[in-house]
Each structure stands twice: as C-alpha cells, then as structure tokens.
C-alpha cells in the first residue's frame, strides 16, 4: 500500500487491508487534521481493500465531519463500487462523479 499526496488531496495505491490499516490510518488522519475543505482521496490505483481497509476510510469520513471537512472519493475502482454499494456505504461517502451504472443494483 502507498498513499501520496497532502492534506487535500492523496493518492492512495496498492492494497488497502490488515496489514496497511494502521499505517494508511495514520497518514489519513495527519491528513485530514492538517488540512481546510475537501479531502480528495483518489482510489484510482488501489487493486484491492477487505472490510479493516473499508473500516479505515470510513473512519476517516467520522473523523473529516468533526473537523469540518468532507472526504470524497475520487477513481473508484468498479469493484469496490459494488461493495460499496452492497453495502449501502454509497449513500454516505461523497464520490465524486456518482457510481458507474454497472455497479448499481438492477431493478
């Protein structure tokens, strides 16, 4: 897992499960309590997160409302749309761009 970037926008790469959570948590955090306004964070490059990496970027939405920002979330891989949306998580995240059509429920 690697994330680039500064506190209001970050580019958040490779694996984002058990192993990362701690560290990516950290960053996150620093990140949102550094920063004013939107904090972009660009999934574009991650391949892969479990329910502790969902945990994590949940977290750090509770954690941007308190302080006054909004996390969004910006190059959602489509399978993590699904996720996110099996989980009905994408009615609380800010995504930027909305969720691709393939990912949403059929009626």
């Known amino acids: 897992m690697f994330i680039r970037g500064d506190h209001a926008e970050l580019v958040v790469g490779g694996r984002l499960d058990v192993r990362s959570a701690a ?14 306004g939107d904090l972009v964070l660009d999934l574009s490059e991650l391949h892969s997160w479990d329910a502790t990496g969902l ?4 977290g750090v939405h509770r954690r941007a ?5 909004r996390l969004v979330l ?3 891989p489509p399978q993590m749309q699904r996720l996110l949306v099996a989980t009905r998580l994408h009615r609380i995240l800010a995504i930027e761009g909305g969720l691709a059509a ?6």
């Open 74 to 76: 910006r190059g959602v």
């Open 55 to 58: 945990g994590v970027i949940m």
């Open 23 to 36: 560290d990516a948590r950290t960053v996150l955090h620093s990140a949102v309590d550094d920063g004013a």
């Open 65 to 69: 409302g308190r302080a006054g920002r």
């Open 102 to 107: 393939e990912s949403l429920p059929r009626v």
